[in-house]
């Protein structure tokens, strides 16, 4: 089984900045696209950034600006560098990971989640 290990979470003051990193392990064919998402208190999990194998880079609204998703192919990592952080991006933060385990095999892994907690 393919396995993403995230890092990088923690408590940052408003403002500030903090950069996630996701490790995927295993026996990975190709990556397809690999994703952030974030689960705030009594929210919906949201999508926040995608990076496409072709390193096409999608963020949701309320992060553009700040947010950027960049991706070590050599280390099959993605890194979520958050600056002028804010209180609402508060939030468990997920690393998802779109990939083929072989030619044929179209798949999906979730990391274990990152807290991501932003202090005024």
């Known amino acids: 089984q393919v396995q993403l290990v995230e890092s990088g979470g923690g408590l940052v003051q408003a403002g500030g900045s903090l950069r996630l990193s996701c490790a995927a392990s295993?026996?990975?064919?190709?990556?397809?696209?690999m994703n952030w998402y974030r689960q705030a208190p009594g929210k919906q999990r949201e999508l926040v950034a995608t990076i496409t194998s072709g390193s096409s880079t999608t963020y949701t609204d309320s992060v553009k600006g700040r947010f950027t998703i960049s991706r070590d192919n050599a280390k099959n990592t993605v890194y979520l560098q958050m600056n002028n952080l804010k209180v609402e991006d508060t939030a468990v933060y997920y690393c998802?990971?779109?990939?083929?385990?072989?030619?044929?095999?179209?798949?999906?892994?979730w990391g274990q989640g990152t807290l991501v907690t932003v202090s005024s």
């Open positions: 295993g026996s990975i064919f190709s990556i397809n696209a």
């Open positions: 998802h990971l779109d990939y083929n385990a072989d030619y044929a095999s179209y798949l999906e892994v």
